[in-house]
C-alpha cells in the first residue's frame, strides 16, 4: 500500500475507476450506428495512464484482445508525437505492426491533462463493420498483403486542440464501404471519451492529482503482488506444446506456434521460438498479440479473481521472434489477428497443463469466426454489410461440461450471436434458423459445450460472402482423454444443394450470392475432458433426451444404449467394453530423423495405420492420460513390427511420457 492511501480511500476510487469504464460501454452501445456495436458490442474501452499502464477496464465485460494492446498504440503515439500533444488533441489508429489488431478495429486515444501534465487516457478500440479493401467487411480468408484489408491508419491526430482535421477524416471515411455507419461510430467514440473525462476530471477535483495517482500505483502494484504469488505455486521449470493454424488457399498448409512456458521464481517467460515464419495468407499478427493471448491464458488459470491492470502484466515476458506469425512484417495481412491470438492460447494452455498437473479446460473454438455477407441494398441503393461472429461451446472441466453456444473464457461479454429482429429489420435477410448443433461438444466424461447453428437466407438479387475462421480441419482439441469438439463449417444451400464455398474451410473471400442462398454457419463445440467411456450413463441418456447428443453417438462414442425408461446397464457395459477393446493404442518409441517440416511428424506401424484407416499426411493425435494431446502429421507407416509408434525426442517431453509408453491414437483428419 502507499503511504498516506487508506485501503477504504483505495477501493472506492478502484471502483469509480471500473464504474468510469461501464459507463463509458453503456454510453456507446446508445450511440453507436453500427449494429456489430450496438447489437454485438464489438468494442471495449479502458482508462490507460501516461506510461501506457492498463488501470482499469470493466472485468468480463471488455475483451483483452482489444485492451492489452493498447500499450503498444500509446507507445506508438507517445514516439510519433512525443511532447507534442495537447488538451483537445484526439489520435486514431489500427496499424498491426505498431500494437493495432486487424485493420477493422481502430482506437480512439483522449489524452487528458491534470496539472499541466499527461494524466490518464480514455480509450475505445471497437471494430469497424468496413475499413475499405478487397471485400465487404474488409476481412477476408484469400488475401495476400495487408493493402488489401483497408486503410491502415498509423498513429495519426484527428483533432488538433479541439479542432477536427477534416482533410485527414475525408481521406479516412473516403475509403470505406458505409461512410454514414463510420463517421457515426466515430462520433459516438469521441462523445464517449468525452464523458469518461468529465468523469475523471470530478475524481480529481474530490481527491486531487497526488492522491489519485497515488491510487493508481497502488492498484497496479498490489495486481503485480497477487500473479507474482501465483506464479510461486507454481513447480519451476520449462513446458513445451504447440498448435496449429490452418494456413493455405487451396489445400491444408499448417502453421505451427510453439510455446515454451519457463517458470522461475515468481516469473513466467513465453517463448515463441520455432513457430512458423509469417505467410502470405490472412494468419498473422502484429508484436502486441501473441503478450495478449499468453497474458490471456496466464491470469485466467491462475488469478481469475484479481483486478485486470498492467501491474498484473508485470511478471510475465514474452519472446515473438520478427518475422513469424506472431510478429510479422510489413506487408503481411493480419486480418485474422483472432485466430493466431487463440492458437498462442492453445499452445500456452496446452504447455501450461503439464505445470498445473491436467488442470486445465477442454479447447474452444478457434478464433473470431468472421462471416460477412455484403452487397447492393435494393431497399435504399446503399451497401448492406451484415457481419455474425458465432459464438460456440467452451471446453469441458474436471467436474463439468463445458457451456454450449457462449462467449468463451478467453473473450469479454461479446453478444453470442445477432438478433433476430436485427438482422431481419437492418438488412435484406431472413433468418430461418437459429438452434444448438446436436453433437458439436467434444465428447468425455465431462462433455464440451455445443456450438451454433444459424441458417440466413439472402433477399437481395446479389451480395458477397466472406468467411475467415480457423479449426474448419484442425478442431479444438479435448483433454485428459477427451475427444475434440466438431470442426467450424460454413457452406451455403443453393437450390437445395449445399456448397463449398472455397477449397479450403474457413477462407473464403467474395464468394457470389444469389437471391435465395442460404448461407449456414455451424461453430464449434468445445472440446471434452476425460474419457468418454467414463461418462454417466445417465448424464448421457439426459443429453439424448435433451436434444444435445444424437443416439447414435450415444451409442457409438458413450457405449450407452437405453432400455424402456432409462438405460440398459447391462447392455451399456458390454457396448463400453467392446468400444475399449477396439481403441488403437501404441507403443511409443523413439525416432530423431523424424523430417522437421514445420509440423510434428510420427511413424507408425502399418496394422497401426489400418485399423485406423490413415496414411502418409493424414493427422492424428496421441492421447496422453493428463493434459492435452499432441497433434502429429504421418511421415512413415510400416517400417517397424506390431502396434508401435515412433516420435521425437521433444515429442516424448511435451506428452510427459518415456520411451515404452502405451498411448491411444485417434484420428484426426484424412487428406483424401
Known sequence: MSPGIDPITLEVVREALSSIVREMRITLVRTAYSSILYEGEDFSCVLMDRQAQIVAMSKGMD???????????????????????APGDIFLHNDPYTGGTHLNDVAMIYPMFAGGELFLFPVIRAHWADVGGMS???????????????????????????????????????????????????????????????????????????????????????AEARMRARIRALPPGEYVYEAYLEGGRERLEPLRVRAAVRIAGDTVTVDLAGTSPQTAGPTNVGPAMAPTGAFTILKAFLDPGGDI??????????????????????????????????????????????????????DIKGGGNHCYVGGPDPRDGGTFIFYEYPAGGTGAF???????????????????????????????????????????????QWRGGLGLEREVRLLAPRAELSVLA?????????????????????????????????????????????AGDVVIMQSSGGGGYGD?????????????????????????????????????????AARRRELRAARTTVTLGLADDLAERGVRGIAIAASAARRLDVAVGDVIEL???????????????????????RVSREALTMLALQVGATVQLRVVYRTR
Not at 470505406?176 to 459516438?188: Q, S, V
Not at 437459429?434 to 461438444?441: H, I, K, N
Not at 451409442?555 to 444404449?561: A, K, Q, T
Open 136 to 222: 465487404a467487411g474488409s476481412l477476408s480468408g484469400r488475401v495476400t498483403e495487408i493493402y488489401q484489408e483497408g486503410v491502415r491508419i498509423p498513429p495519426i491526430k484527428v483533432y488538433e486542440r479541439g479542432r477536427p482535421n477534416q482533410a485527414v477524416l475525408d481521406l479516412i471515411f473516403g475509403n470505406m464501404r458505409g461512410p454514414r455507419d463510420r463517421e457515426g461510430d466515430f462520433r459516438a467514440m469521441i462523445g464517449t471519451c468525452r464523458k469518461a473525462a468529465e468523469r475523471v476530471e470530478a475524481l480529481l477535483a474530490r481527491y486531487g492529482q497526488p492522491a489519485l495517482q497515488a491510487c493508481v500505483e497502488a492498484l497496479l502494484d498490489r
Open 398 to 444: 474436471e467436474g463439468g461440461d463445458g457451456s454450449s453456444a457462449v462467449r468463451a473464457f478467453t473473450e469479454s461479454d461479446m453478444t453470442t450471436i445477432q438478433p433476430v429482429e436485427a438482422v431481419e429489420q437492418k438488412y435484406p435477410l431472413r433468418v430461418e434458423r437459429t438452434a444448438l448443433r446436436v453433437d458439436s461438444g467434444g465428447d468425455g
Open 623 to 645: 492421447v496422453p492420460p493428463r493434459g492435452a494431446p499432441l497433434r502429429a502429421w504421418i511421415e512413415r507407416v510400416g517400417d517397424m513390427t506390431g502396434d508401435h509408434a
Open 532 to 572: 468418454p467411456l467414463e461418462r454417466d450413463p445417465a448424464l448421457v441418456a439426459a443429453d439424448v433426451a435433451e436434444g444435445l447428443v444424437s443416439p447414435e453417438r450415444a451409442d457409438r462414442v458413450y457405449g450407452v444404449l437405453p432400455s424402456a425408461g432409462g438405460v440398459d446397464a447391462a447392455a451399456t
Open 470 to 514: 480457423e479449426k474448419g480441419i484442425l478442431p479444438p482439441y479435448g483433454v485428459a482423454g477427451g475427444r475434440s469438439g466438431a470442426p467450424n463449417r460454413f457452406v451455403v444451400r443453393r437450390g437445395g444443394e449445399v456448397v463449398e464455398p472455397s477449397p479450403l474451410p474457413g477462407k473464403v473471400s467474395a464468394f457470389p450470392l444469389g
Open 63 to 85: 475483451h483483452p484482445l482489444h485492451i492489452v494492446p493498447i500499450a503498444w498504440s500509446m507507445r506508438a503515439v507517445r514516439e510519433r508525437f512525443g511532447d507534442d500533444i
Open 309 to 362: 491492470n498492467s501491474g498484473a502484466f508485470r511478471p510475465l515476458t514474452v519472446l515473438a521472434p520478427e518475422g513469424t506469425i506472431v510478429n510479422a512484417r510489413r506487408p503481411a495481412p493480419c486480418g485474422g489477428m483472432v485466430e493466431v491470438k487463440y492458437c498462442v492460447e492453445s499452445a500456452v494452455m496446452g504447455a501450461l497443463s503439464q505445470a498445473i498437473d491436467g488442470k486445465i479446460t477442454g
